[in-house]
């Protein structure tokens, strides 16, 4: 299937306009930020954009976990009726 | 007039009866019933006064049938809510088996919310199990036939723990009283276990995303309401800010999330997730500040809608692909529109999105955490909001509706399905941006105000950020055809397997003794028995029997003899 015979939403031209509109908005509520008055309650949460950094880190922290308990956890869909 | 006639009667008896007049009637009037008595139920559940009673005496406790907690009547009405939205979703496509079961579950549930004493909540607590049971069973299937027994199992497991602890506490107490209790005793332990059992707490969580998928797609909309949420409330009543609910419901939340993130299943990451919500609750109840059991109570209440939402979008494409495995769906938007549409703002309420209901319950639980300096607690509260828009919020949707195309092409379920799923959507933007009525409601007085700059740009920053980490992610989370093993192993698979074995060791150990006995006992007699003669060898065999005899006795005497000197 060519480019243009897919729906629009999944040609690749939309899905790189996709990325660079989600950057955009990601770097617009960093910079929010800096208009706001954000209140901290243990001094950490205060430091800049750290629900950015903070929800991204502790993201990548659980699919790697994920990952890591699949090795052990996965069985195949069939393997209760054996 | 109306309200003098209503006052006597428990609202979820209203729903029981429906269970039966379902059963006996047909067409327009089972129509008119299941989507009439739900809301005369809700009716009743608001124009009942406030010192509305009904006690009636059973041996030495009282027995309060009609006792409304304000936390009582949020429960009473999002179950009375789901029971009539449940019905128009499964209006055309369910059974009357499970339409039937479905209503005695769901009024069972309603009881429970107004039972001021142990005794009748324990009997609600019952009927909901036998209820839910046979919504699962109503499925047909043989793995639904499976799944609800042993989802039996574990409620009657927990059911007999609930009623020990609740005889044992009326034993010691002398009061059948369903109020708060203090933790300073085997009775209420066993009572908060059984509840939390209900809940889907650890080790027993597994029960959820065993039974629950294994439902009619209409079944399983049902069954996500109401146990887990039930033992929220029961909790909410009984143990309020009882420490040890905190680590509880942290390790449901991260369970939920780990676990869906495994999941292949669609319907399956939804159950996962219903522990990690009922986790946000658990926790909310923990803390147990007014602002804490007001997030729980607003959340359980926002979560029953967009958790039913999105099992209807599953149930919806399970129901029109025949198809529940992320690995066998994808690109379903451009031929189902609505669903993906209602499908994505479950997703987006699940993880408190703003201006949708999750935004506005579940911050208030972790405000409270953050009110009360809790740090761990508050900061592990913040990576699962991240974490669910993670498993439920992006990844339910991207691989149901978008990811790569299956090639299927669907289109939207049925005109009631359709109808139901855009009520709830309706009702989880509504709550997003009108919080004030739900909040109004709530057991305590709010004094939270959801929407600040301060939190809207955090929650976007959190919220978009584990949405990029999912992206940047997303050749780790390929979807694999497996199942995960849970603690549910124990009991499907080690014991029965131990059990096995250990038979198959008692078995060999005595088929060997037997043998050895037999064949030394066979050698022997070989040995003393001349074929050829057919008879035995040895100095006996030679004589008469009555020769035989003379001697014996002969030695008798003689002992007999001996013995008489001595």
């Not at chain 2, 332990?189 to 969580?205: C, H, K, T, Y």
Request: proline share 4%.
């Amino acid at each position: 299937m060519s480019d243009t015979d897919k729906h629009w939403l999944v040609r690749a031209k939309t899905i790189k306009y996709l990325w660079i509109g989600f950057i955009v908005v990601l770097g617009i509520t960093i910079l929010a930020e800096l208009f706001i008055h954000k209140h901290d309650y243990f001094g950490l949460d205060g430091s800049f954009g750290f629900f950015g950094w903070y929800g991204f880190i502790t993201c990548v922290a659980m699919v790697v976990v994920a990952k890591l308990l699949g090795y052990v956890l996965k069985r195949k869909e069939e393997y209760y009726d054996e | 007039m109306m309200n003098e006639l209503m006052i006597e009667i428990p609202p979820g008896w209203i729903i029981i009866a429906g269970a039966f007049i379902l059963a006996i009637t047909r067409g327009m009037l089972q129509k008119i019933a299941m989507l009439g008595l739900p809301l005369l139920a809700l009716v009743m559940i608001w124009s009942l006064p406030e010192e509305a009673s009904w006690q009636i005496q059973f041996f030495d406790y009282q027995i309060s049938l009609l006792e409304f907690t304000a936390t009582g009547k949020v429960f009473a009405t999002v179950f009375a809510l789901m029971t009539f939205v449940g019905g128009i979703f499964a209006m055309r496509t369910a059974s009357t088996l499970e339409l039937c079961a479905a209503f005695l579950y769901a009024g069972s549930a309603i009881g429970v919310t107004s039972s001021g004493d142990l005794i009748s909540l324990f009997v609600y607590w019952e009927i909901m199990a036998l209820g839910s049971t046979a919504v699962v069973l109503a499925a047909g299937t043989v793995n639904s036939y499976k799944a609800a027994m042993r989802y039996l199992l574990m409620h009657a497991f927990s059911g007999s723990v609930l009623m020990v602890g609740i005889a044992w506490h009326i034993y010691g107490t002398g009061s059948a009283e369903f109020s708060q209790l203090s933790l300073d005793g085997p009775a209420q332990w066993m009572i908060l276990i059984g509840f939390l059992v209900n809940a889907g707490a650890p080790p027993f969580s597994a029960w959820i995303a065993d039974a629950y998928p294994e439902a009619s797609p209409s079944g399983c909309v049902f069954l996500s309401a109401f146990t887990t949420k039930t033992s929220v409330f029961a909790l909410l009543i009984a143990f309020p800010g009882t420490e040890i609910l905190i680590p509880i419901g942290c390790f449901m939340i991260f369970y939920g999330i780990i676990y869906a993130l495994l999941e292949n299943d669609a319907r399956r990451i939804l159950s996962y997730s219903i522990v990690n919500q009922v986790g946000f609750m658990v926790v909310g109840i923990g803390i147990g500040t007014e602002m804490a059991l007001n997030g729980a109570t607003a959340h359980a209440f926002a979560h029953i809608v967009y958790k039913a939402l999105l099992l209807m979008s599953a149930g919806a494409v399970l129901y029109q692909t025949g198809k529940r495995r992320c690995s066998d769906l994808g690109g379903l938007y451009q031929s189902m529109p609505l669903t993906t549409i209602c499908g994505t703002i479950g997703a987006l309420a699940i993880s408190s999105f703003p201006f949708t209901s999750g935004f506005i319950s579940k911050s208030m639980i972790s405000s409270s955490a953050a009110y009360e300096h809790l740090t761990w607690v508050w900061f592990l509260l913040a990576a699962a909001s991240a974490g669910v828009f993670l498993h439920a919020g992006i990844k339910y949707p991207w691989f149901v509706f978008f990811q790569k195309d299956s090639g299927l092409r669907p289109s939207d379920p049925p005109k009631n399905m359709q109808i139901a799923m855009v009520i709830f959507a309706v009702v989880c933007i509504a709550l997003g941006v009108f919080p004030q009525p739900l909040y109004d409601i709530l057991p305590f007085t709010v004094e939270y105000v959801p929407y600040t700059a301060d939190h809207l740009v955090t929650q976007f920053q959190l919220l978009l950020f584990a949405g990029l980490a999912f992206f940047l992610l997303l050749p780790m989370m390929k979807r694999t055809e497996t199942i995960s093993l849970d603690f549910d192993w124990v009991y499907r698979r080690l014991l029965p397997r131990g059990w096995s074995f250990v038979t198959a060791v008692v078995c060999r150990v005595y088929c060997a003794t037997q043998k050895t006995v037999t064949s030394l006992l066979s050698n022997t007699l070989q040995k003393h028995y001349d074929r050829e003669q057919e008879k035995p060898l040895g100095y006996f065999a030679k004589l008469w029997p009555t020769e035989t005899m003379v001697v014996w006795v002969a030695v008798l005497l003689a002992v007999y003899l001996v013995l008489y000197y001595i």
